[in-house]
Nanobody
């Protein structure tokens, strides 16, 4: 069992930045690939970014590439999402998730076994 808790969400103006954190407890954090997903009102939860067991492999949705950076600190059992140049369309609840395996389908929600409760990000225009 892995427990995930997100933090760092809030209200920011367009063009601003936020840094989300995902703190993990339970089984060994370093054994899990990790991901960020988001869900806007009335829309399905979508993939944002993923990172492998170490920081060597990172992947991003096209909509955030070049603006968001995913990272992890295995010593602190924490994953991060640095979000720059935020846009109103980035407004959503952001979820972190843990994946016990690492395949090319890292963007699929069903690859992830554990999820946090989400943190709200609101970008005003």
């Amino acid at each position: 069992q892995v427990r995930l808790v997100e933090s760092g969400g809030g209200l920011v103006q367009a063009g601003g930045s936020l840094r989300l954190s995902c703190a993990a407890s339970g089984r060994t954090f370093s054994r899990y690939a990790m991901g960020w997903f988001r869900q806007a009102p009335g829309k399905e939860r979508e993939f944002v970014a993923a990172i492998g067991w170490t920081a060597g492999n990172t992947y991003y949705a096209d909509s955030v590439k070049g603006r968001f950076t995913i990272s992890r600190d295995n010593a602190k059992n924490t994953m991060y999402l640095q979000m720059n140049s935020l846009k109103p369309e980035d407004t959503a609840v952001y979820y972190c998730a843990a994946n016990p395996s690492w395949r090319d389908t890292y963007y699929r929600r069903d690859e992830y076994d554990y999820w946090g409760q989400g943190t709200q990000v609101t970008v005003s225009s």
